[in-house]
């Protein structure tokens, strides 16, 4: 069974730049989000994960292509060419453009710079060679230009009216593609290019973006960077041409948003009509059911907040909180108000840099000596108010540095005028469930930190211990809009607006390791989602939920003679080990009320017959979090019980499915199960005539990953 391609996967190891990588994400998914997940993956995914059947786009950004022949020659590019010629996209931007050509000459004549070689790739079957404009320094930005780029409109379909015949585009250190024009009866095609006097022999041509058909599939070459945004450059004040270059790519910025989905489109993608913009981070909501709760709360964390200023923060780890006093609106000009008081008091990041760039060694010495010396939780948090107060939300950010506000609430919840998210219903269905299901200390959800825009719900909780370990068991964090979502291994579970995010505390005593081991954590959440779902209300029983090992949710899509099935949902399980505890974060994301990118639960309700109406997030998740509840509570007594793991067979797509296990050299086997003492699946290995050979085999799920369409279970790196 095929599934439909909705990773784009931006190269991000060896040879790439950090920058060019955030470019590339920042860009590609304003254009492409929700319909495709746009992540980083390492050459380690490229070489040994199947990546092949979900990726609708492989780019490589800027950087050094030795870097990328150094990680990728050999099988990662066997592995690379199989994919675009079997029907893939490629995209290089700048180093990435060399790469994907037959030959680089970059510099032939400078001893220190040149980069001369053939490449395996060969995409271009020609040569990709630099500089087009001279001047380029690496880790530099005084060869930088803003290079005037003509668009070949005839190359492309569509081309609406408006789109100039040309624009100004970011360039440092691009090539030009030789002889382009006379490659055309190969398949290439000029998509775009350089109108000014070249640095380089060009031969016939100065093609500055080139298309290929390349078997079944496609690839795009690039010498400039269209995917770089004028707001995501800063202006540096010792390089004066660099403002001017800002300047310049910032007057036809809507034209090379327009080419940059011409592009796109060639390669066969659905480009959004308008870019999608990233909103800003929202405040947090501190609520709890019951009256006291939060005031107890804020009260306990006394000894890991820091008090800066007067206001109150704490350093979790990996992300800054604030708590805000009652009654105070924290916004931007009461940030620039704490950058200037806190700068009276402590040492500031620029004038650690100052003193860096002093000509007198003994002081160069000693600045290199202050920032080799860790940070105070003072300094640091200073840090984060300055990048906080100088930053545009409107462009590539740092999120570990920006400030995270929490709200309490003492006294009552806020109004749905406040938050879209209605708290008195949560909490009334909360109860109804919860007393349903006869959970005695009804914990789970009975408080509640809300975002209507964060970063990632299990990041705040996992990567910031110090606030994790001062969390009860039930604790829960939940989102309207994820903005840098997380999943399992190379992993990206799509958090369109729709979607329902939360994640869930738990402290798991280690003297329960042997009689309720935690990696069931994993096994109780998928139960939970799937009885939530269906015990929501009467006739919701129907929608067809279906589990994938370890932690996928699954639908069966009705109206359809083979029945299949789309994931629509995906559970992630982080757990570190503390005192005499786990303490363990787990995540939840479903498609709830979205489309995209496959379908959501209110479209299988509104498909029984009759109808069902809607779920609604508060509901859905108070009854999701009360059925956690009450299997968790029986886990701890009975283990993964006979009961329980009746209701996961239940659901679950693997009954005797046969299978390949890429561990076990490719043999077949068939799925027989998990344990119940490890959670373990189980494989019987088959021989001839698909005949058991008697051998049964044992597979973690921490080490393996399960490709449902291709019937293969295969090594996790």
């Known amino acids: 069974m095929a599934t439909r391609k909705l990773n784009v996967l931006v190269y991000s190891g060896n040879g790439s730049t950090t920058e060019s990588v955030r470019h590339c994400l920042y860009t590609l998914r304003r254009l492409l989000s929700p319909a495709y997940a746009v992540i980083p993956v390492t050459g380690d995914v490229l070489v040994k994960e199947p990546w092949f059947s979900t990726c609708a786009l492989l780019v490589f950004p800027g950087g050094a292509d030795l870097g990328y022949c150094r990680t990728l020659n050999g099988e990662g590019n066997r592995r690379i060419s199989r994919y675009v010629n079997a029907g893939g996209s490629y995209l290089g931007f700048c180093a990435g453009g060399y790469y994907g050509s037959a030959r680089c000459e970059f510099e032939v004549n400078d001893p220190k710079m040149a980069v001369v070689g053939d490449r395996e790739l060969a995409f271009f079957p020609g040569i990709c060679r630099g500089l087009a404009f001279e001047g380029f320094r690496y880790a530099s930005e005084v060869g930088a230009r803003a290079a005037d780029i003509k668009i070949e409109k005839g190359a492309f379909r569509d081309v609406k009216e408006w789109i100039a015949e040309s624009f100004k585009c970011y360039y440092n250190g691009g090539g030009v593609f030789v002889d382009a024009k006379k490659l055309e009866s190969r398949g290439v095609q000029i998509l775009a290019s350089y109108t000014e006097d070249l640095h380089v022999d060009s031969g016939e041509g100065q093609a500055a973006v080139l298309y290929r058909k390349v078997g079944e599939g496609h690839a795009i070459l690039t010498g400039p960077h269209p995917e770089f945004a ?80 007067g206001e109150e923060y704490i350093q979790g780890g990996n992300d800054v909180f604030h708590i805000e006093k009652e009654g105070s609106v924290w916004a931007v000009k009461e940030l620039k108000r704490a950058v200037s008081a806190v700068s009276e008091k402590l040492p500031t990041l620029a004038s650690t840099q100052d003193k860096v760039h002093e000509q007198d060694g003994e002081a160069t010495e000693r600045a290199n000596d202050d920032e080799n010396k860790p940070k105070t939780k003072e300094e640091e948090i200073q840090e984060c108010i300055e990048y906080t107060a100088n930053s545009a939300f409107d462009q590539l950010l740092t999120y570990d540095k920006v400030i995270k506000t929490i709200v309490p609430h003492r006294n009552g919840v806020p109004t749905s005028r406040e938050t879209p998210f209605h708290h008195e219903a949560f909490y009334a269905n909360l109860h109804h469930y919860h007393t349903k299901l006869r959970n005695p200390s009804a914990s789970f959800g009975a408080t509640l930190l809300y975002g209507e825009v964060v970063t990632s719900t299990n990041t705040l909780l996992e990567k910031n211990p110090s606030l994790l370990r001062n969390l009860a068991t039930g604790f829960t964090v939940t989102a309207t809009t994820q903005i840098a979502g997380r999943g399992r291994g190379s992993n990206v579970w799509v958090a369109p607006p729709g979607a329902m995010m939360f994640s869930t505390v738990l402290h798991h005593s280690f003297a329960l390791s042997q009689s309720a081991p935690v990696v069931f954590t994993q096994y109780l959440a998928a139960l939970a989602i799937v009885n939530g779902i269906q015990s929501y209300a009467p006739g919701y029983e129907k929608i067809p939920v279906k589990l994938k090992w370890p932690n996928d949710i699954y639908v069966q899509l009705p109206g359809s003679s083979n029945n299949p099935v789309v994931k629509i949902g995906g559970i992630l399980v982080n757990s570190s080990y503390s005192g005499s505890s786990y303490d363990v974060v787990c995540g939840i994301g479903l498609n709830l009320s979205n489309a995209l990118p496959t379908t959501s639960l209110n479209q299988l309700a ?112």
């Open 230 to 309: 004028p707001q995501n450059l800063s202006k540096i004040p010792s390089l004066p041409s660099y403002a001017s270059l800002i300047d310049a790519i910032t007057t036809t910025d809507a034209d090379r948003i327009a080419f940059l989905g011409l592009m796109l489109q060639k390669l066969g993608l659905n480009v959004n009509e308008q870019e999608q913009a990233v909103p800003s981070l929202s405040r947090l909501h501190l609520t709890s059911h019951n009256s006291t709760a939060v005031a107890d709360l804020v009260a306990s964390w006394a000894e890991i907040i820091t008090v800066v200023d």
């Open 606 to 717: 509104a498909g029984q017959n009759p109808p069902l109406k809607p779920f609604t997030q508060e509901k859905l998740l108070a009854s999701i979090l009360a059925s956690f509840e009450s299997l968790y509570t029986t886990f701890c007594t009975t283990g993964f019980n006979r009961d329980m793991e009746e209701q996961y067979y239940r659901a679950w797509l693997h009954t005797d499915q046969i299978v390949e296990l890429e561990s076990e050299g490719g043999v077949k086997a068939r799925i027989k199960g998990i344990t119940r003492d490890w959670g373990l699946l189980l494989a019987e290995e088959l021989g001839w005539q698909d005949r058991p050979t008697g051998k049964v085999v044992s597979l973690q799920s921490d080490s393996n990953s399960f490709d449902f369409f291709k019937g293969l279970v295969r090594r996790k790196f």
